[in-house]
C-alpha cells in the first residue's frame, strides 16, 4: 500500500484532510477575487448596492446543473449561497431586516436567501421591517405573506397600502412547529403557551389534545413567544427547534402543527425589482371602481389573455368604510407583452393600479 492509496480509515481521514485545505485555499482565492470585484464596482458606483441577485441566480443554477455527485444536489444550493454571503461580505454586507428577534422562521427565511454572513436587523414588528427598507437603513426586508395552513399575514398586506417598498424576490420553506419549555418543567405544570397566532392556529388540534389547560397568549413572533417562556416558570412556546439556541430552552415535541407538509411563504422586499428570468410572478394592488361587476372587471382582462391568477385576496383600506382594496397574484412578468397589455386596460378600470412588484417564482424543493 502507497501512503496516497486511502485504504485504511486514517489513510482516508489524512486524504479527507488534505482535501479540506485545498477547499480552503480555493475559497480564499475565490474571496480575493470577489474583493477585487468590490474594490471595481466601487469605483464605478460608490453608493451602488453590490449584491446582484441575477447573477447569484446564474451561479447557484449553473452548479446545481453541473454536479455529478455523489455529494448532495440538494445541499449544493446551501453551501454555495453560504459561500457567496460570506464573499459579498468582504465588498460591503448585506443589511436584511426581518421579523424578529431572531430565531423565528422569517429569520430562518432571511437566512435562507441571503446567507448567515450578511448584517441581519431584527425587527419588533412587520411594519417595522417595511420602515426599514423605506428609511434606506436595511437592503432588503423578509416579512411572511401566507402559511399553508392558515392563509395570509394580513399585516404584511395592510404594509403595502401604504409603502412604496417593491417585492423583490419570494420564499417557500416548510415549517415544523417544536412545544418549547424551560429545563425542569412538567408539561402538565405548563399554564400559559405563548405563540405567534398564525403559530397557535397552525397547532390547534395538537394543543386541543395536550395542553386544553393551559392558556394561549399570542406574541409578536414564535421567537418572542420562546423568550416569554423563558422568563415564564409555568410558561411553554410554540417555537421552531432553532429557538433553543437563544433563549435555553429544551424540545419536548417537534412537528406539533395540524398538517404534517406546513410550509409558509415569505417576500423579499427592496427598493428595486429584479430582472425577468422566465419563470416569474406579478403582484398587483388594485382598487376597483365602485358598481356592479367591480370584480369581474378586474378578472376580465387577465382572463382574456391567458393569464393565471394564482391568488386574490381582499383588504379594507382603512380610509373609507366599506372600501376594498385587492391583492392579486399573476404568474408571468408585467414586462411579457400579455400581462403589460393587461395591466394597461386593468389602469382604465381600476379606481388605483399598483404593481407591487415583478419577482422569480421560488423554488420548493423539499415542501411537499
Not at 7 to 23: E, N
Not at 166 to 171: L, Q, V
Not at 172 to 178: F, I, K, T
Not at 194 to 213: N, V
Request: charge should be negative; hydrophobic fraction near 40%; include cysteine.
Amino acid at each position: 500500500m502507497t501512503q496516497s492509496d486511502p485504504t485504511t480509515l486514517a489513510s482516508l481521514r489524512q486524504a479527507i484532510d488534505a482535501v479540506d485545505d485545498q477547499v480552503l485555499a480555493l475559497l480564499n482565492q475565490r474571496a480575493r477575487y470577489a474583493s477585487e470585484v468590490g474594490r471595481i464596482k466601487s469605483a464605478a458606483a460608490p453608493e451602488a448596492l453590490f449584491h446582484a441577485p441575477r447573477r447569484e441566480r446564474e451561479v447557484l443554477s449553473r452548479l446545481e446543473a453541473a454536479n455529478p455527485g455523489p455529494f448532495p444536489s440538494t445541499a449544493v444550493r446551501t453551501v454555495f449561497q453560504e459561500v457567496m454571503s460570506a464573499c459579498l461580505s468582504l465588498e460591503k454586507p448585506l443589511r436584511v431586516a426581518f421579523l424578529g428577534p431572531e430565531g423565528t422562521f422569517t429569520h430562518l427565511a432571511a437566512r435562507h436567501q441571503f446567507g448567515g454572513s450578511t448584517q441581519a436587523l431584527p425587527q419588533g414588528t412587520i411594519a417595522g421591517v417595511f420602515q426599514a427598507v423605506e428609511r434606506q437603513r436595511a437592503d432588503y426586508g423578509v416579512v411572511p405573506v401566507e402559511n399553508a395552513t392558515e392563509g395570509a399575514v394580513e399585516s404584511t398586506l395592510d404594509a403595502f397600502l401604504d409603502s412604496p417598498v417593491r417585492i423583490c424576490g419570494e420564499i417557500v420553506l416548510p415549517v415544523d412547529q417544536a412545544l418549547l419549555l424551560r429545563p425542569g418543567l412538567d408539561l402538565g405544570a405548563v399554564r400559559r403557551v405563548y405563540s405567534h397566532p398564525q403559530a397557535l392556529g397552525q397547532c390547534r388540534r395538537w394543543l386541543d389534545a395536550h395542553l386544553s389547560h393551559a392558556d394561549r397568549i399570542e406574541a409578536a413572533s414564535t421567537s418572542e413567544a420562546a423568550r416569554l417562556a423563558h422568563e415564564d416558570a409555568e410558561g411553554a412556546a410554540v417555537a421552531p427547534e432553532l429557538a433553543t439556541a437563544f433563549f435555553g430552552l429544551r424540545v419536548v415535541e417537534t412537528k406539533i402543527q395540524d398538517l404534517a407538509a406546513n410550509a409558509t411563504r415569505f417576500l423579499v422586499l427592496g427598493q428595486k425589482g429584479p430582472e425577468p428570468t422566465g419563470r416569474d410572478r406579478t403582484t398587483l394592488l388594485a382598487m376597483a371602481q365602485d358598481g356592479p361587476g367591480a370584480l369581474l372587471h378586474l378578472l376580465e382582462p387577465l382572463a382574456r389573455r391567458g393569464l393565471n391568477l394564482s391568488r386574490i385576496q381582499s383588504r379594507p383600506t382603512r380610509r373609507k368604510l366599506w372600501e376594498y382594496a385587492f391583492f392579486l397574484e399573476l404568474e408571468g412578468h408585467a414586462g411579457d407583452p400579455a400581462m403589460a397589455e393587461a395591466l394597461e386596460e386593468l389602469r382604465g378600470v381600476c379606481a388605483s393600479l399598483k404593481i407591487l412588484g415583478s419577482y422569480p417564482q421560488a423554488p420548493t424543493e423539499g415542501v411537499k
